[in-house]
């Protein structure tokens, strides 16, 4: 299969690449990008020796240019929606943070080609016309996040589904206070207890905003109704999510808690392949799994989600953008953990929704929201 990895610097991206050199007789890859880690990149158009790679900065961009002659270098969001636009890949990993991976994801779906899309960002903000478009161009949104290739591993009818369960292990401060977590430092804040990611969505795990996040790309995805998503918190992260049907029965996936396995399945469906080793579940040796209600006084994020996705319209991009800008503040120690959703919640409330955008209208909205919420952390 030919595919090409936006972000392939990053977390996922890496593992992306790990997955891919287990497979060399079944992947070639086309195009690969990063960002500002230009070390990285040359480690990977060494191993993979792309014939395209894009980089964030034209100056980075001339760098690895002189190294790599027989590459073709390109640079910023014009050379990433140009990677996505080649047709000659037949799958492309969306793996870059934020909102960099909305308009290279709509390049590819106008391009008839299938996407494996980590990028959750691109759905919260304009989940709508994703999807439309992809389903307008018989492309196929194959989920990477975890708790969305459990639950496409377990829809078979989609018409008779009662619910979704998405799981989440709760986070670094599960068992912590209210008053702990306003205090909660960067470095315990990133001390994630399950996964090892990027630093965004870290803390957007430990606000609970990740599971927020969620559950508004699940409803995308598989076009159900919020009423219909169930949060449930799972702390050893074994079962990855479940559809619950009109008979009452539950299809749960589970399995040993590593992002290989479903970055591999979004890269390899409808097949499965051995790929990369990975420890197996065992049911005696677990002894127990444990579920509990998520506790909304201490993670009031994922209401204010729940709330952005019921009522549509520009706020889950307004919400997104407030929730970035503000988690770059906190990283930055600029302000607390409490005021991610503060400062979110506000922008929210002042937010004239729109309905049925447009992409521009989208973009725009989102472009307004970060100078605002800057703006706010000026007047600090
Ligand atoms: N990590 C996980 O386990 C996980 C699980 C499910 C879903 N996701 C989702 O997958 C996406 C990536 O997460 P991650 O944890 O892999 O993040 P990450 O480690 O921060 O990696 C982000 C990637 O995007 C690149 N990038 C960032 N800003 C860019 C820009 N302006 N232009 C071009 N490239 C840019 C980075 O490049 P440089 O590093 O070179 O700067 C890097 O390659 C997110 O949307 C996240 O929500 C992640």
């Known amino acids: 299969m030919k595919i090409s990895i936006l972000g392939s610097t990053g977390s996922i991206g890496r593992q992306a690449v790990e997955v891919i050199q287990k497979m060399p007789d079944f992947f070639k890859v086309v195009s690969i990008s990063g960002g500002d880690n230009i070390e990285e990149l040359r480690k990977q158009i060494k191993l993979l020796n792309p014939q395209n790679v894009c980089v964030k900065s034209e100056q980075n961009a001339l760098i690895l240019q002189k190294e790599f002659p027989k590459t073709n270098v390109l640079s910023g969001d014009k050379g990433l929606i140009d990677i996505a636009s080649d047709k000659t890949n037949e799958r492309i990993l969306v ?198 209600a998520p506790d909304l006084e201490k993670f009031p994020c994922l209401k204010l989600a729940f709330e952005a996705g019921k009522q549509g319209g520009t706020l889950p991009a307004v919400m997104n953008a407030a929730n970035e800008e503000a988690v770059f503040m906190f990283l930055a120690g600029k302000i607390s953990l409490r005021e991610i959703y503060e400062i979110t919640k506000k922008i929210m409330n002042e937010h004239k929704n729109i309905q049925n955008p447009s992409l521009e209208q989208i973009l725009e909205q989102d472009i307004i929201t970060r100078e605002k919420t800057k703006s706010l952390f000026q007047k600090k």
């Open 95 to 292: 793996s870059v943070s934020g909102k960099t991976g909305l308009k290279p994801t709509l390049a590819a779906i106008e391009n008839k080609i299938d996407i494996a899309l980590a990028n959750k960002e691109t759905l919260v903000m304009a989940g709508d016309i994703v999807m439309a478009r992809a389903k307008e161009n018989g492309v196929k949104i194959l989920p990477v996040d975890s708790e969305h290739g459990a639950i496409h591993q377990c829809l078979s009818k989609r018409t008779e589904v009662e619910k979704l369960i998405i799981t989440a292990s709760g986070g670094p401060f599960r068992n912590k206070t209210v008053d702990d977590i306003k205090n909660a430092t960067v470095e315990e804040t990133l001390h994630h207890p399950r996964w090892n990611m990027g630093k965004k969505i870290t803390i957007d795990s430990a606000t609970l905003m990740n599971k927020g996040l969620e559950v508004i790309e699940a409803h995308h995805l598989f076009n159900i109704p919020y009423e219909k998503i169930q949060v449930v918190v799972h702390p050893q992260s074994i079962v990855h999510s479940a559809v619950e049907y009109v008979d009452g029965s539950v299809i749960a996936q589970l399995g040993f808690p590593s992002m290989h396995i479903p970055i591999q399945y979004a890269l390899t469906y409808p097949d499965r392949h051995e790929g990369i080793e990975t420890k197996s579940f065992d049911f005696i040796k677990a002894q127990r799994l444990d579920f509990e």
